[in-house]
T-cell receptor, first 111, second 115 residues
């Protein structure tokens, strides 16, 4: 089945640093999404990408839909303690197919 | 009211118990989902309901039994579970079936522990 390889699995950073994580697949996806899950909560959608090459920002977050449609990255600038959590990428091949999720990147921010 | 509400938030049950998880969505969405989240694994889709009809069942063991009485409510009935079924069970909803534009809205999850 389709799989997403998300890296890194975990990262520890100092407050104020920038963060970069990515997701790759052997399959082409037509939609890429990034979710964040806070401890004890369900995932919340951060950014949705619908077009190859698309670069979208949401505050300090920026995500890009890779031109090959097989990858996506998420950057967080000037990290703050509330950025702590697990970040998931998800891809959708086409409408009416289930989302495929990565295993997540666990982010810890040291004040 | 938050968009997707799950109860209970925590559940501990023995292997011979019967319990149910409940999900309610207040977003007017047409599709609802159950996902299983285990440590160090991707989210696993268990069931999808669109307009109250099941459209996808990813070969989930019969000890998990979903019920969708209307478009706002979804249940997961549990019986004779195994310890490996311990996980966070997430409910989600979307405007269209199978998240046509990928935007799932998740509940906070029900943390299940099977002893």
């Amino acid at each position: 089945g389709q799989q997403l390889n998300q890296s890194p699995q975990s990262m520890f950073i100092q407050e104020g640093e920038d963060v970069s994580m990515n997701c790759t697949s052997s399959s082409i996806f037509n939609t890429w999404l990034w979710y964040k899950q806070d401890p004890g909560e369900g995932p919340v959608l951060l950014i949705a990408l619908y077009k190859a090459g698309e670069l979208t920002s949401n505050g300090r977050l920026t995500a890009q839909f890779g031109i090959t449609r097989k990858d996506s990255f998420l950057n967080i600038s000037a990290s703050i303690p509330s950025d702590v959590g697990i970040y998931f990428c998800a891809g959708q091949l086409r409408g009416n197919t289930p989302l495929v999720f990565g295993k997540g990147t666990r982010l810890s921010v040291i004040a | 009211e938050t968009g997707v509400t799950q109860t209970p938030r925590h559940l501990v049950m023995g292997m011979t118990n019967k319990k149910s998880l409940k999900c309610e969505q207040h977003l007017g969405h047409n599709a609802m989902y159950w996902y299983k989240q285990s440590a160090k694994k991707p989210l696993e889709l268990m069931f999808v309901y669109s307009l109250e009809e099941r459209v996808e069942n990813n070969s989930v063991p019969s000890r998990f039994s979903p019920e969708c009485p209307n478009s706002s409510h979804l249940f997961l009935h549990l019986h004779t579970l195994q310890p490996e079924d311990s996980a966070l069970y997430l409910c989600a909803s979307s405007q269209g079936a199978l998240a046509e534009i990928g935007e799932l809205f998740f509940g906070e999850g029900s943390r299940l522990t099977v002893l």
